[in-house]
């Protein structure tokens, strides 16, 4: 049982300005807290003007709590990993080795007539048109490619529509192994991790081998790992650190070409996650990802020269707010500590039993508003009900995609709602009911594309 800590969750800078003893000390205050509160266990790492200033380990490396966390551990970074692919198609590209326009039939013959309208640019910002398959048929890079050799047509015109999915990821790294002659983790270790002088970096490193800090979940119970797929690197945060410096300073790729591959379809994410650019000039980029419990995510501003890492063994999303209140440290701000995860409390249960779920969502927004986090309500609702379409409970998800809409909430959060409404009606064959979502989401969001997309989709 932890000793109870107590920390002011707010500081002033005084007149006399804000030492860099003070910042390092606000950013310390900010992570014992979070740990205190159960929302952050894992390694963090913050740099400035390419010095790291402040380098922390919380808590345990195992669920039992045998193994406390130490630096040098390595995680899985989920979607984070995906740079790796990204980065590498572009490295390719310079070389002349392929091109962004080339057609994924160039590479895959076998493939059905579609293959011929998908190319590799569409595969780097998931927008090949390409649908989830599902566990069945997209569990481990062999489904895929089997699903792919069955399928018929694409979901959408390629470029037209954001899909997240793996299916993007592992054709990417097939497409490296055809043209480079090298496995993917060969073609990674000699062109990027060694170039980035990443030396304690893995391609599929066993995620229960030594050296790796094991996930687990808010019962302290070892989490199985299920990404079936190849191709996830696994590293400590220093060498995630390396990667990031080698990104901004251009060791890897051109800046022309980080600039092509950060380009996202509206309201989805690149392959290098969000960025800013002004004038051509990068200012700041970051990335979040997870995978089995696993959580990695980091912050570059390239135009303040700031890095702040975490990487975390208990998923308790809120790596985003912290990096939020570090920011505020290192600016000499007010910051304030973020609360516990509401949909880390609600999730499971909507799963287990939805009724149940929604009481205690009720009760939660009732009486525990100073212990759980309800700043971005819709958000987590939104979460929620995607958890529960990806496991096929579809009447479920509409229930709290519903719930999620029918808050005071943004305009573009409201729109995304009603547009994952539609998807799930459209999933059901019921059309009429998915068009009228995806209108309400395109009424609300002009911007929306997907919406856009599926509307003339249904009307035709």
């Not at 014992?32 to 345990?60: M, P, T």
């Not at 599929?204 to 050296?211: L, N």
């Not at 000039?281 to 980091?298: D, I």
């Not at 309500?377 to 719930?403: C, H, M, V």
Request: one cysteine or more.
């Amino acid at each position: 049982m932890k000793k109870l800590i107590i920390f002011p969750v707010f500081f002033l800078v005084t007149a006399l300005g804000y030492s860099q003893v003070n910042v390092n000390k606000s950013i310390d205050s900010i992570m014992k807290v979070a740990y205190q509160r159960d929302i952050f266990n894992g390694n963090i790492l913050v740099a400035k003007h390419g010095k790291v200033i402040y380098e922390q380990s919380f808590g345990y490396a195992d669920g039992a709590k045998s193994l406390p966390m130490k630096k040098d551990l390595r995680f899985d970074i989920g979607s984070v990993s995906k740079e790796f692919n990204g980065v590498a198609m572009m490295l390719l590209n310079e070389k002349g080795k392929l091109s962004l326009d080339d057609k994924l039939a160039k590479y895959f013959p076998e493939f059905p007539s579609w293959a011929n309208e998908v190319k590799i640019r569409h595969l780097i910002n998931y927008t090949s048109g390409i649908p989830v398959f599902g566990p069945a048929g997209d569990g481990n890079d062999s489904l895929i490619y089997q699903s792919l050799l069955r399928m018929k047509s694409l979901k959408s015109t390629p470029g037209s529509l954001y899909i997240y999915n793996a299916v993007n990821v592992s054709l990417q790294r097939k497409i490296i192994e055809k043209v480079s002659g090298l496995s993917y983790a060969k073609f990674l270790e000699k062109y990027l991790l060694k170039p980035a002088g990443m030396r304690s970096s893995l391609v599929d490193y066993p995620v229960d081998a030594k050296g790796m800090a094991q996930a687990f979940d808010e019962q302290g119970r070892t989490i199985v790992y299920e990404q079936q797929t190849k191709g996830w690197v696994r590293l400590p945060i220093n060498d995630l650190y390396k990667w990031i410096v080698a990104l901004d300073n251009n060791k890897i790729i051109s800046p022309s070409s980080f600039r092509e591959l950060s380009q996202a379809f509206p309201g989805g994410e690149s392959s290098i996650g969000t960025s800013e650019f002004r004038n051509d000039t990068l200012l700041w980029h970051q990335h979040q990802g997870s995978n089995s419990n696993y959580e990695a995510a980091y912050y570059s501003n390239v135009r303040d020269s700031i890095v702040i890492i975490m990487m975390t063994n208990n998923q308790q999303m809120k790596v985003w707010p912290l990096k939020t209140a570090i920011l505020q440290a290192l600016g000499g701000q007010n910051f304030t500590i973020p609360k516990k995860s509401l949909y880390l409390a609600i999730r499971d249960r909507m799963l287990t039993d939805t009724a149940s779920g929604m009481s205690y969502y009720r009760k939660l927004k009732n009486e525990a508003q100073e212990q759980f986090d309800f700043s971005f309500e819709i958000g987590d609702l939104i979460s929620t009900g995607k958890y529960l379409q990806r496991r096929k409970k579809i009447d479920e998800a509409i229930l709290l995609f519903n719930t999620a809409v029918a808050l005071q909430a943004r305009k573009e959060d409201l729109s995304y709602g009603y547009e994952l409404i539609g998807e799930c009606f459209y999933s059901k064959g019921e059309a009429a009911l998915a068009l009228t979502n995806y209108q309400k989401s395109l009424d609300l969001n002009p911007m929306n594309k997907n919406s856009a997309e599926m509307i003339k989709k249904l009307e035709k």
